[in-house]
């Protein structure tokens, strides 16, 4: 019934005109009946609770020729007790899949005695090896339901009656108020990532040692933030003037050992006067919510800066830079002169989602740009 990072209305509004993923509770008297899942390119999933509340039933929706929703996968689960339902350990599981022409298929899984699986719910998806199923034709608008504009969430009532809630005659739908938060989040303190130095994180007493990662070339104007491995199409990318800038790594040491909290590239040895996130062409701050930030994709537990016009031969990575990156904190895959470098990084801790910052000068100019981690605050040094 709570969640750490509620979403106003306002937000999930125009992340549902721009065709993002945002979720809707639907409760009773302080008890969850359905949580919507709004997902791009027109899907929709549909988490149902019964009375308990337990989360029983799972629908996805998808567009069909017609110009609605087809309920084409329906999975719902049967449990033995409430320690079971907490580990994801059903006794049985039904799943029902809809053509979009109205052919259907009913899959029953039981898993016995002691319960099928300790992964979450959605994940379970495997089974015994002979599973009863069964196939017939059905009326495919029997399984349609309208596209819903946001805030009609009347569409999805009648799957309520699914666990046995009769909706009233007449049903009024209230929203529970959010504020809009303070936006985004903010650049705050990130020259401070670099000033050597003690500072306290959640690991206890740590110290900020700055360390020279080499020059990075440039020559094609364009800065390019990616992980080597996933070099993708429209790469995050920073507009900077070519020439060889210094490479600044910021490493967090601490009783656990030391990691890159920062990577900075310098451009202008001039102090920032402000700070804006680095954003694609799609990108809207507008869309973001409280302390939320478009970043750089990390899975391969590394980061690069390179010039845009730099490839790279992934056949190569493994030995060239990732297996040295187990024992460096950084690599530098060079280029012969005056062909552009590569220079790549730990990133923090592993894999997820980091901002990058853009540090101007009075006058507009790009001074440098920051990845943050996220190991420690950059406001007071603190967590």
């Given amino acids: 019934m709570t969640h750490p990072d509620p979403m106003s209305r306002a937000l999930a509004a125009r992340r549902h005109a721009a065709g993002m993923a945002y979720a809707v509770l639907l409760s009773a008297r302080e008890r969850p009946l359905a949580l919507v899942e709004r997902w791009p390119r027109g899907r929709w999933r549909v988490y149902l609770f019964d009375a308990r509340p337990w ?11 017609t110009g609605m929703l087809l309920a084409h996968h329906n999975t719902r689960w049967q449990f033995s007790n409430e320690q079971e339902h907490s580990f994801g350990k059903w006794d049985v599981q039904e799943t029902t899949i809809v053509s979009a022409d109205g052919q259907v298929e009913v899959r029953s899984e ?7 699986s300790t992964e979450p719910l959605p994940a379970r998806t495997s089974g015994p090896s002979s599973v009863p199923v069964r196939r017939f034709s059905a009326p495919v608008e029997d399984f349609l ?9 009347q569409v999805f009532a009648p799957f309520l009656a699914q666990q046995g809630h009769v909706p009233a005659s007449t049903v009024v739908l209230n929203d529970v108020s959010v504020d809009e938060g303070s936006g985004p989040l903010r650049a705050t303190g990130i020259e ?36 080597p491995g996933w070099i993708g199409e429209t790469p995050r990318t920073v507009a900077v003037p070519p020439g060889e800038f210094p490479v600044t790594l910021s490493l967090l040491r601490t009783t656990r050992g030391a990691d890159v909290a920062a990577a900075r590239v310098t451009l202008l040895d001039i102090p920032p006067r402000e700070w804006e996130m680095a954003l694609r062409p799609d990108e809207d701050l507008g869309l973001l919510g409280e302390g939320q930030f478009y970043g750089v994709g990390v899975d391969t537990g590394t980061v690069a800066f390179l010039d845009a016009t730099r ?53 507009g100019q790009v001074g440098c740009v920051v990845v943050d981690f996220q190991l420690h605050s950059a406001d007071d040094g603190g967590e």
């Fill in 110 to 116: 039981f898993a016995g005695p002691r319960g099928a």
């Fill in 192 to 227: 401070q990532l670099f000033s050597p130095g003690v500072c306290d994180t959640s690991d206890g007493v740590a110290v900020v040692e700055p360390v020279d990662a080499g020059l990075l070339r440039i020559t094609s104007g364009q800065l390019v933030i990616s992980d």
């Fill in 311 to 363: 490839t790279v031969i992934e056949d190569q990575l493994d030995e060239d830079l990732f297996m040295p990156l187990d024992s460096l904190f950084t690599v530098e895959l060079p280029g012969t002169a005056p062909e552009p470098n590569l220079i790549a990084f730990r990133a923090g801790r592993g894999d997820g989602s980091y901002p990058v910052w853009i540090g101007r000068t009075d006058d």
């Fill in 145 to 153: 339901c309208r596209v819903p504009e946001f805030g009609d969430w």
């Fill in 55 to 65: 989360r029983m039933q799972m629908i996805d929706l998808k567009p069909h020729s």
